[in-house]
């Protein structure tokens, strides 16, 4: 890897007609088949920082709150700060003998120092590989074999889970970030790493087809596939919701994006701070999802925008900002949720609070395709008003991508339940070693998404389930988000989840797995009538679990084969 330093101007030549470039590398006749590689054309996302640092350098680009940075020096940096960590950065992982196309790891979770780092690792052309600290150790280590990373970075608190599969594959830490702890024995501080390395722009051909980070997806089912993401996917991502977090603002540059959910190992890295830095503003940073340190971020950060992830926190947080009415939230003008409808009810209460009528943006999408299907309850209202929370209306999908929904044949549906296929330019390039996964993926020339869907007759979509989370009860289809929506509308119900089991009688019978909330005492005929009365009766669960928690990832998703597995023999024991 050639770190040979630019100029001043970002440029890989002089400004005055010295060291001009190779005239035999400047493709101006071919028409077709060329690639962007030239520093002044090319899309790569460690190129975000830089060009931001000529039209906002002073401005804060990141801040994190309490928790979510290890050194102090990293609580609030500038984009003129960004652009200089992530080129120390990709001059310390050279130093280090890495190359472009080397994989570096992180097992981590918010962070200033880890974010940044991506850039860093995409500014010297290698490949991020964020790994979910929360995986079993064997997957762990499965990935691990399977990505053969160069260098790892790994945050202090997190190192116990991480130590057993460094152990079993030989890799070692390169840096820690120092939060919750110093550095892992061996291994230098986020800081160190970056001590004494120069701040210009390392100088590496890079192409907006290359990847910069694997994904891995949840791997519920089997070991997870990582989902290879380029730095063009990144980029028309990160604009394409620029363009809904800065609604209602006088500037697009105003923005200021609050999140706490996941974003090193998740997909929103490239939706939310992404999309914020692309738009000139500001993104501030939360270790981990918890009403009350969001409600406190929105009031003191002046947020202007919430991504806030599933239904449930969005009611969570509602009752946190109810309950302490002191909190000025008047900046804020849009939250985007995803995962499940919002009742109509609990937007009311939530513009309430806030003072106006929020922009509220429902979200449908996947690792391997993030150009979303769109839902905004103000531009349907009806719709949602006699559908939600019970139906999930994702909407439209945006301008970006093409869906349609097709049955086994790949032929077109409509009125009934198909699966939702896509094609769009925010596209996984495929599954990381796994091409029988790649092409089955994208059989039929569309990109088979898993997910079930349908489409009403004003051209609506709407998210039946999971194919692997529908209920084959009595010869009937049950979507088991439709019976969770329901459930989570009873007063004593905290979380729900909804799962088949295997009954004598009807095949695989609706079972509900349910939380109650704190200080009730609900009783299962009771949660059970109260279904009856909103479902259908193929639909109504034939018995209720009560559990203390529900065994999740950190992005919120129900692990529903560890559900299966705990329950399979409820009906027959």
């Not at 970075?153 to 830490?173: I, K, N, Q, S, Y």
């Not at 980070?213 to 604009?239: D, E, I, W």
């Amino acid at each position: 890897m050639s770190v040979t330093s630019s100029d001043t101007t970002g440029l890989p030549f002089a400004p005055h007609g010295s060291d001009l470039p190779d005239a035999s590398r400047i493709d101006v006749e071919t028409l077709r088949g060329r690639r962007a590689v030239n520093r002044w054309e090319r899309t790569a996302l460690g190129d975000v920082f830089e060009r931001l640092t000529w039209s906002y350098p002073d401005q804060v680009a990141v801040a994190g709150r309490p928790g979510a940075y290890g050194d102090e020096r990293f609580a609030a940096v500038t984009y003129r700060e960004a652009d200089e960590t992530a080129n120390r950065l990709a001059h310390a992982l050279a130093a280090a003998g890495l190359e472009p196309g080397d994989r570096v790891l992180l097992v981590c979770e918010n962070s200033i120092e880890a974010y940044l780092a991506k850039f860093g690792i995409a500014k010297a052309g290698m490949v991020a590989v964020p790994l979910n600290p929360n995986l079993a150790p064997d997957v762990l280590e499965h990935l691990i074999r399977l990505t053969e990373p160069r260098f790892a970075l790994v945050d202090a608190e997190l190192w116990p889970r991480a130590e057993a599969p460094f152990a079993a594959t030989g890799l070692t830490v390169g840096a820690t970030i120092t939060v919750g702890g110093g550095a892992v024995a061996g291994s230098r501080t986020f800081t160190e790493l970056l001590d004494g390395q120069p701040t210009t722009e390392p100088d590496v051909e890079i192409h907006g087809d290359d990847i910069f980070q694997l994904l891995f997806t949840s791997g519920t089912t089997a070991m997870p596939k990582g989902v290879m993401l380029s730095h063009t996917y990144a980029h028309l991502a990160g604009m394409n919701f620029a363009l809904s977090l800065s609604r209602g603002l006088p500037h697009e540059a105003d923005l200021r994006l609050v999140t706490f959910l996941p974003l090193i190992y998740h997909i929103g890295d490239v939706l939310f701070p992404l999309g914020a830095m692309l738009a000139g503003g500001t993104v501030i940073i939360g270790r981990r999802p918890a009403p009350g340190p969001v409600a406190d971020a929105l009031a003191e950060e002046r947020a202007t925008a919430l991504w806030a992830g599933s239904p449930q926190f969005v009611a969570a947080l509602t009752a946190e900002l109810e309950s302490r009415p002191e909190l000025d939230l008047t900046s804020l003008t849009t939250l985007v949720y995803g995962w499940g409808a919002l009742s109509p009810g609990l937007l009311e209460n939530l513009d309430a609070r806030v003072g106006h009528e929020l922009v509220t943006l429902g979200i449908f999408g996947q690792t391997e395709a993030i150009a979303c299907h769109r839902f905004w309850p103000t531009r349907w209202p009806q719709v949602h008003r006699r559908s939600a929370p019970a139906v999930n209306y994702v909407g439209v999908p945006s301008p970006l991508l093409a869906s349609d929904v097709v049955d086994e044949l790949g032929e077109p549906v409509r009125g009934e339940p198909g699966e939702a296929v896509y094609r769009s330019p925010i596209m996984t390039a495929g599954y990381y070693r796994n091409p029988e996964a790649t092409a089955e993926a994208f059989r039929g020339g569309w990109f088979h998404s898993g997910d079930s869907a349908t489409v009403d007759g004003d051209g609506l979509r709407i998210m039946v389930d999971r194919y692997k989370d529908i209920v084959k009860s009595g010869g009937e289809n049950v979507s088991s988000m439709r019976v969770e929506a329901v459930l989570q509308e009873h007063p004593d119900v905290l979380r729900a989840a909804v799962i088949g089991l295997a009954h004598d009688r009807w095949g695989e019978a609706v079972t509900a797995v349910v939380v109650p909330r704190p200080g009730t005492s609900p009783v299962e005929a009771d949660v059970i009538a109260f279904c009856k009365e909103r479902l259908a009766g193929f639909e109504t669960p034939k018995a209720i679990v009560f559990a203390d928690a529900l065994p999740e990832t950190v992005g919120g998703k129900v692990l529903k084969y560890k559900l299966r597995a705990a329950h399979a023999g409820h009906y027959t024991s």
